[in-house]
């Protein structure tokens, strides 16, 4: 099984629309999650961290199950800027490494 | 605040050159520091990471090689490219423990 593991899309959606997507990760000891989106040609950004059972900010929001392990983005009210693809990343227990998923892609369309 | 600076951006080299890439950060200190790369629709590959100055771990076997003579410089470089080390070189850091990673704006390598 690979550590992190995401819907890999492509999700198209229409403009106003809610998409939600997961991330499944082996590492049960993980305690940090974090989702970056990453634009065409460019360096991923952090998009939001979690730490507990869940993050809200604004439209977005992350859900941490921990018994099935896996953390899912939804995004509410999607606009045209929130097409590109989205990566989870978990850290590794007793390691200094992230794992990235291949990235979820999103494409909103008007 | 923290930043990162990358360089150079983008970068046209012929096959059997030399390579050097030169990333800092600012506002931290003893900061973990990471080179990844990417190529075309692919995700991301951790190359190398490092916790400390004279510190690096080497995650894939090429001919890459990373070396971090200060604590806040992360250099990548090679003796002789390849085709195959075309890519998007990133270069990130971290806090120590469960910290998120900040990446620079990369640099877009060819390799001709």
């Known amino acids: 099984r690979k550590e992190v593991e995401q819907d890999p899309g492509p999700f198209n959606v229409p403009e106003g629309a809610t998409v939600a997507f997961n991330c499944t990760y082996s590492n049960s000891a993980s305690q940090s999650f974090f989702w970056y989106r990453q634009d065409c040609r460019k360096e991923p950004k952090l998009l939001m961290s979690?730490?507990?059972s869940g993050n809200e900010d604004g439209r977005f929001t992350a859900q941490l199950n921990r018994a099935s392990q896996y953390i899912s983005l939804l995004i509410r009210d999607s606009k045209l800027s929130d097409s590109a693809t989205y990566l989870c990343v978990v850290p590794l227990s007793n390691d200094y490494k992230l794992s990235f998923g291949a990235g979820t892609t999103v494409t909103v369309r008007a | 605040s923290q930043t990162i600076h990358q360089w150079p951006a983008t970068l046209v080299q012929p096959v059997g050159s030399p390579l050097s890439l030169e990333c800092t950060v600012e506002?931290?200190?003893?900061?973990?520091l990471y080179w990844y790369r990417q190529a075309a629709g692919r995700g991301l590959q951790l190359l190398f990471y490092?916790?400390?100055?004279?510190?690096i771990s080497s995650e894939v076997p090429q001919n890459l090689s990373a070396s971090r003579p200060q604590d806040r410089q992360f250099i990548l470089s090679s003796k002789k490219l390849l085709l195959s080390d075309s890519g998007f070189y990133l270069c990130?850091?971290?806090?120590?423990?469960?910290?998120?990673?900040?990446f620079g704006n990369g640099t877009r390598l060819t390799v001709t």
């Open positions: 506002g931290t200190s003893n900061p973990n």
């Open positions: 490092s916790v400390g100055i004279g510190q």
């Open positions: 990130a850091w971290t806090r120590q423990g469960d910290s998120p990673l900040h």
């Open positions: 979690v730490y507990s």
